[in-house]
């Protein structure tokens, strides 16, 4: 091997870069002191940020869900609320060859998981099936290294000419599925109930939005609100359900798996949470609240790179080989939010204006257009889907419609880009419903955790092998004259002349800084002095 040859360099490659979908299907009994179920209202479902684990074959993902069957009851059309709890365990084949994906510390990104398309059929008083679709929707990159094979051993070092090229690409460093707990408690006149009333809780969930993120070397400070929604009804015939909807502020600090890389130029940051559980108990003349949240966080950061395009000797003959590598170098990362109404007939789903909305929840469909317009403009686009409970005040009434939303921004930064990679994971934050005279009108806080990359190509040198066959200059001239080709560089013509770049420009009074390797340089050349 030649001794003073470097083309080994580290660059990271995406490597889960598609949405998996998988078939869950769980089979639950309710407990005793649940009463059995007479009707299904809806089934909704969270499922908990996945934890990954890494092999020779993929990724492992794992995690935990639960879903939220609300339904009457058999005996006298109450409203009762079961929280379920299952799991999931997929495996993900990588998109590309890695050789890195069985060190964890080399793989960062963030991958969030979406229940889809869920459905429960009961098959006895207390017994039923649940079956949903799990997307798995990863951004994963891996690090690999670059490193080519020289063979040659007897040419001298000294006649090897290279010619380098410059790169950049993306290294994130992650912080996932960080458990925090909130809580909080709501009083009974905050609640708008009497020290005498006897209430019962029906359900309760909670949905997670960042509202500010900032970053170290090692840590991500998280802050943020989970906002909380109680359904519940005092004890007596004729009562109907009410809702509470309570915010509790959060603060909390991520560290990051491995650190940002020394050299690397930071570009942003996004984060996202999901809230997989809420439990509630009475304390007093409060109603007690504890919320479990997960965050994840991920610093995006640009780091050099430096690689052989070509090779050559002055004494020898040389045979090269190169590959492709497609390179991610972020453009900006950052978290958005912004509210979107989604408003539907009443009397096409059945409603009148006199009803009430006592349940609303929504989730993002998972069919998300997303663009990069080259004046740097960002459009996310897709649905969102409204699951509501509407009480007429004598029986309840699911509902389920679409919306549309469309988020844009101007991202200074992403200007220019041919072939931009857009990242982007929405979760609702919040979700406020009511019915009108003319509409049922739900708006919808979308969070965005987004990441623009841009994709770049480099041919990068993988193999030489040089032979000791001497150069011999076959014309016996002092002087050769080279008349370039259209298309030929600086670069070609020394190479094949097996001269040095700066001894041809120096006899031809190009500039010192002239590119090597571009057809420009020598566009107005008739012919250059060897």
């Not at 609100?225 to 109907?240: A, D, K, M, N």
């Not at 409060?286 to 610093?299: N, P």
């Not at 019915?435 to 480099?458: M, P, T």
Request: proline share 4%; glycine share 6%; net charge negative.
């Amino acid at each position: 091997m030649l001794d003073n040859f470097s083309g080994k360099f580290d660059y990271t490659t995406h490597v889960f870069d598609r949405g998996e979908i998988c078939d869950l299907s769980d089979d639950y009994t309710l407990p005793d002191y649940m009463p059995a179920v007479g009707k299904v209202l809806s089934c909704t479902a969270t499922a908990a940020q996945p934890t990954l684990y890494y092999g020779a074959g993929g990724a492992e993902c794992a995690g935990g869900l639960r879903y939220s069957l609300l339904y009457e009851s058999a005996e006298d059309g109450s409203l009762f609320c079961a929280s379920l709890p299952g799991e999931y365990d997929v495996m993900l084949t990588p998109d590309r060859d890695s050789k890195s994906l069985s060190d964890s510390s080399d793989v960062s990104g963030l991958c969030d998981a979406l229940l889809e398309n869920v459905s429960a059929r009961v098959t006895a008083p207390r017994r039923l099936t649940i079956r949903s679709k799990l997307r798995l929707r990863p951004a994963l990159r891996a690090k690999n290294e670059f490193s080519p094979l020289v063979h040659g051993a007897d040419i001298s070092s000294n006649s090897v000419r290279k010619l380098g090229g410059n790169a950049s690409c993306t290294v994130c460093a992650s912080a996932t599925a960080i458990p925090l707990i909130c809580r909080d408690s709501i009083s009974r006149a905050e609640a708008g109930l009497s020290a005498d009333d006897d209430v019962r809780v029906i359900s309760s969930h909670g949905e997670v939005m960042i509202t500010q993120i900032q970053n170290t070397e090692v840590s991500a400070d998280c802050r943020g609100e989970v906002s909380i929604t109680l359904l519940l009804c005092r004890e007596g015939e004729g009562e109907r359900p009410r809702r509470i909807i309570r915010k509790l502020p959060f603060t909390a600090t991520l560290t990051f798996d491995s650190p940002i890389p020394s050299g690397a130029s930071q570009i942003g940051i996004r984060g996202y949470g999901v809230c997989p559980s809420v439990s509630h108990s009475f304390d007093g003349d409060s109603i007690a609240l504890e919320a479990g949240i997960l965050l994840s966080a991920e610093v995006a950061s640009s780091a050099p790179i430096t690689y052989i395009k070509d090779i050559y000797s002055k004494n020898a003959d040389c045979e090269t080989a190169h590959t492709e590598l497609v390179l991610h170098s972020p453009v900006a990362a950052f978290n958005a939010h912004a509210t979107f109404s989604a408003a539907h007939e009443p009397s096409s789903l059945g409603l009148d204006s006199g009803m009430k909305l006592c349940d609303v929840t929504a989730k993002i469909l998972p069919d998300i257009e997303k663009e990069l317009s080259a004046n740097g403009k960002l459009t996310l686009a897709g649905k969102m889907r409204i699951f509501a409970i509407a009480d007429n005040g004598g029986e309840f009434i699911p509902i389920e419609y679409d919306g549309d939303f469309r988020y844009s921004a101007d991202i200074s930064e992403a200007v220019g880009f041919d072939d931009p990679v857009i990242s982007a994971v929405l979760t609702i934050g919040d979700v406020k419903g009511r019915i009108d005279a003319e509409s049922i009108l739900c708006d919808c806080e979308i969070c965005a955790a987004v990441l623009i990359e841009n994709k770049q190509k480099i041919a990068a040198l993988s193999e030489a092998n040089f032979t000791s066959s001497s150069f011999a200059d076959e014309s016996g001239a002092s002087i050769l004259v080279c008349y370039p080709a259209k298309d030929e560089t600086l670069w070609d013509v020394a190479k094949k002349y097996r001269t040095d770049t700066t001894s041809i420009a120096q006899k031809n009074s190009l500039p010192s800084t002239c590119a090597l390797d571009s057809p420009v340089t020598l566009s107005n050349i008739r012919f250059l002095i060897i």
